[in-house]
Structure formats: C-alpha cells, structure tokens
C-alpha cells in the first residue's frame, strides 16, 4: 500500500483508489483548480492582495465579430450578423461552443498584452497576474483576473477614485 499525507492512494492489489491525485495535472479538474487556489493564497500571503479583480465577461448574443464566426461555423457566411435573432444566436453559440470559446480565448489573449503595455490603463505597471475562466450555465465564458500593481495608487485619494470609476466602466472593442 503506497500513502500520501496519511491517505491511502494505491490498494492491495496497487489500484489507484484516490482518483484525485491523479486528476490534479488536468487542467480544468477540480484537483487542478484546487492545487492553484492554494498557490494563489500562498503567493497573496507573501506578496499582497491583488491590486485588482477583472471580469470580463463574453457578450455572446450580441458581439458581431461571433455572431459572424458562429454563421461561419454554419456554412452561412453571407448572412449578415445583425440580421439573425436572439434566438437565432443562442442556437448557434450550442451549435458551435468550441468556436465561441476561441473567440473569447483570442479576445483575452489581445487584451493581457494591451494592460501589460500601458501603464496609465490600470494606474501602473502590470508585475504580476493570475487568471482563471468559468463558464456560465447557457456556455458563455467569463475571465477571473487578477492583477497586481508596482506602485498601485491610492484608492482613497480623489486621483485613485477616478482611475476606478475609469476602471470600472471600461468597455473594449476589437
């Protein structure tokens, strides 16, 4: 029998019998996540609490660029994204997830470098982050961020009220 932190992991016969020691290299497995939640309490242990929690959502029924990707998806390029229904959109976002999830993916991967870039977008330079992205129920991904700040401004400071309230009604096109 082969045991980890006083559990047993192998059996007699050297059958795994804890499943979720195995799981936690699989990314997305609860074991996975549970693994990065303790280096993410541990990490603002040490360092500080994030300067920032972001949540981009997707705004799937309604952003054109994957209204278009999805009616491409379909075999319906010519289709004019603006002219399909609500409905219409929803159907085709359970058609095609995975279309819908690289879109998001690639938007995300636009916007990380965009903050890194600038300093002035949240009121410093970008020294460290941590991510995670969830789907909602109906499918649409959203992204847990958080960010830390190298000399992250005073928050109850007028100039500090203002880079939230600047902060907190962003809105980006791509």
């Not at 192998?10 to 303790?38: P, T």
Request: charged share 20%; glycine share 6%; net charge positive.
């Amino acid at each position: 029998m082969i045991y980890t932190c006083g559990k047993k992991i192998r059996g007699k016969e050297g059958a795994i019998e804890d499943v979720h020691l195995q799981m936690r290299s699989i990314r997305g497995s609860s074991a996975y996540w549970r693994i990065a939640m303790n280096e993410l309490i541990a990490f603002i242990k040490c360092v500080d609490p994030p300067t920032w929690f972001i949540t981009p959502s997707c705004n799937d029924l309604k952003w054109l660029y994957i209204r278009k990707a999805l009616l491409i998806a379909n075999k319906r390029p010519d289709v004019d994204p603006a002219s399909i229904c609500i409905d219409e959109a929803q159907q085709l976002i359970e058609m095609y997830p995975v279309v819908l999830s690289r879109h998001f993916s690639r938007r995300i991967n636009a916007f990380m470098p965009h903050i890194k870039r600038n300093p002035g977008f949240l009121g410093g330079q970008v020294v460290d982050h941590w991510w995670r992205i969830e789907f909602q129920n109906r499918g649409s991904p959203h992204l847990n961020l958080l960010v830390w700040i190298k000399n992250e401004p005073s928050f109850d400071t007028p100039a500090g009220i203002a880079l939230i309230n600047k902060v907190d009604f962003v809105q980006l096109s791509f």
